[in-house]
């Protein structure tokens, strides 16, 4: 079966640092892999993803995620956290089957404080 | 601006009652979903549209209803047989139909059972 895990529901950072937020798959082929951000009652937003080719993807508002077929994770990450970035994240992959339909993790809450 | 709009934002409903929350696009997208976010679990596929007139099941489809009678048009009704629908509700579309794409979402719609 499929699946993503975040393995923390919280990550507290202060503004400046840098900042990653975790994310490990399981699935079988080659993972379609992306990242979201949601900010208090409002939708998702894409921020990036990955699917073929280089390990480290760049993405929305200064993020970027390294792939790491070995460790089979996904990790978000910045180089300098700002106190806009405190929001909610999701992982997701994407189903091997005929239907496209993500699988998404549990979120995790980044708090950037200043 | 191209987009997704969902209504209402808030919503009330009386236990026994059915309720139908709107999603209209005006992306051209082929492909639209509904998903249903609770604290801490994430977001699960309710139902999922690749093309009009056509709709599956998604995880947790049992007691919600869907129809895809215009391309723009997805709404959802929660009926009365759902046993737990309070949620935030979230609209979403993609681009045709492959699994390499990413979601465009709307703002969401939160249900209150009273």
């Known amino acids: 079966a499929q699946s993503v895990a975040q393995p923390e529901d919280q990550v507290n950072v202060a503004e400046g640092n840098p900042l990653t937020v975790k994310c490990t798959y399981s699935?079988?082929?080659?993972?379609?892999l992306f990242w979201y951000v949601q900010y208090p009652n409002r939708g998702l937003q894409f921020l990036l993803k990955?699917?073929?080719?280089?390990?480290l993807v760049k993405g929305s508002y200064g993020f970027e995620a390294e792939f790491n077929k070995s460790q089979t994770s996904f990790h978000l990450k910045k180089p300098s956290a700002l106190v806009s970035d405190s929001a909610l994240y999701f992982c997701a992959v994407s189903r091997m089957d005929s239907s496209y339909k993500l699988i998404f993790g549990s979120g995790t809450r980044l708090l950037v404080r200043p | 601006d191209g987009g997704i709009t969902q209504s209402p934002k808030y919503l009330f409903r009386k236990e026994g009652q059915n309720v139908t929350l709107s999603c209209e696009q005006n992306l051209n997208h082929d492909a639209m979903y509904w998903y249903r976010q609770d604290p801490g679990q994430g977001l699960r596929l309710i139902y999922y549209s690749q093309i009009v007139n056509d709709f599956q099941k998604g995880d947790i489809a049992e007691g919600y209803s869907v129809s895809r009678e215009k391309k723009e048009s997805f709404p959802l009704t929660v009926t009365s047989a759902q046993k737990n629908p309070t949620a935030f509700y979230l609209c979403?579309?993609?681009?045709?139909?492959?699994?390499?794409?990413?979601?465009?979402f709307g703002e969401g719609s939160r249900l209150t059972v009273l």
């Open positions: 990955y699917i073929t080719g280089d390990n």
């Open positions: 699935v079988s082929g080659n993972p379609y």
């Open positions: 979403a579309s993609s681009i045709g139909t492959t699994n390499t794409g990413e979601l465009f």
